[in-house]
């Protein structure tokens, strides 16, 4: 059972071990004009460039190369990035991939996703039980579930961008900083913390999310796990209900105050990175960056280190994001 499987530093680095040569080791960017904007150093960890165009790819390639022998396919439910990433890990070790996914997702992520060679099946989030129609349709067709967070080779997967942050922040000098992370379910977020906390334990990891579904940020100001209704929303890559079973534990002993940011700062934070850092961000890998740049006095450290999560958009969201984005005189 892949619940069985402690979470930990050791997994992290065994998910590095098979990802060498086939994940991508994404840069970690900086721009004096976002310095200046953020009143501090920003480095931004361009996870966008990742294959599949996300840090996905890294879960799901952790996931599916530590499979048994014998599996014929896999399955897995997202909205788009968890999507894409399992449906190439999967091609490239010529495995079936099934992809349950929400029928307003972006069209990009859906076309995509069957481009990369995997059956999408849709279904409509807001009548139908994704769990429990993923669990059927893995049943059925004699497949193994991935699941896009709560799943321990997912989250050290994951883990491994901590490992790349960490040695490229001592590359630059950088001891101590503050960590923003685009936080849906927390699988990326709970795997940063754990490879921090081996590597650069002066690092403090900060959750992001949007306005109205800061769940992760409400759990972690209460002590317990707080539930939102599943929707929709402009960041869809991170709407999660609630944080997952295996990360809230993670995220309540290794993460400080959740930060939450509105879908204006997000979309503003799109058209800087596209500017400053020509970068193309979707709304959901964007709020960390939107974080370090409008929220300034909720931060404390003199580095901030951003995910630049996901780049998947749909041209009219990012038209819509240059349309928002604000001139800075002074940059």
Request: a neutral charge; aromatic letters at 4%; hydrophobic letters at 45%.
């Amino acid at each position: 059972m892949a619940g069985d499987v402690p979470v930990n530093i050791d997994l992290i680095r065994a998910a590095a071990r098979r990802l060498h040569g086939h994940a991508r080791r994404t840069p970690l960017l900086s721009s004096p004009f976002l310095d200046r904007i953020a009143g501090r150093r920003v480095l931004v960890k361009a996870e966008c460039l990742q294959h599949t165009g996300s840090f996905k790819f890294r879960g799901a390639w952790s996931a599916i190369t530590a499979l048994p022998e014998g599996v014929r396919g896999v399955l897995a439910y997202s909205s788009g990035n968890h999507a894409q990433g399992v449906a190439y890990a999967a091609s490239l070790r010529g495995l079936e991939a099934v992809i349950l996914m929400p029928a307003d997702a972006p069209a990009i992520k859906i076309a995509n996703t069957r481009a990369l060679g995997a059956e999408v099946v849709l279904y409509d989030r807001a009548t139908q039980d994704r769990d429990a129609l993923g669990a059927a349709l893995a049943h059925e067709r004699g497949l193994e579930l991935i699941p896009p967070f709560d799943h321990p080779q997912v989250i050290a997967g994951q883990g491994t961008t901590g490992l790349e942050i960490a040695q490229q922040a001592r590359d630059l000098g950088v001891a101590e900083a503050e960590v923003l992370v685009c936080c849906g379910g927390g699988g990326l977020t709970s795997g940063i913390s754990l490879a921090l906390e081996a590597d650069a334990p002066g690092f403090r990891v900060r959750t992001v999310e949007p306005e109205g579904f800061d769940d992760v940020a409400q759990s972690l100001a209460s002590g317990a796990v707080v539930t939102h209704p599943l929707r929709s929303g402009l960041c869809d890559a991170i709407v999660t209900p609630a944080p997952g079973k295996l990360t809230w534990p993670i995220l309540r002993r290794l993460c400080g105050p959740g930060l939450v940011v509105s879908d204006t700062q997000a979309l503003r934070a799109m058209a800087l990175a596209q500017e400053r850092l020509k970068l193309v961000l979707e709304p959901g890998g964007a709020v960390a960056l939107a974080a370090a740049l409008f929220l300034p006095h909720q931060i404390k450290a003199d580095t901030v280190i951003v995910t630049a999560s996901g780049g998947n958009v749909d041209r009219d969201v990012f038209l819509r994001a240059l349309a928002t984005g604000e001139t800075y005189a002074d940059s």
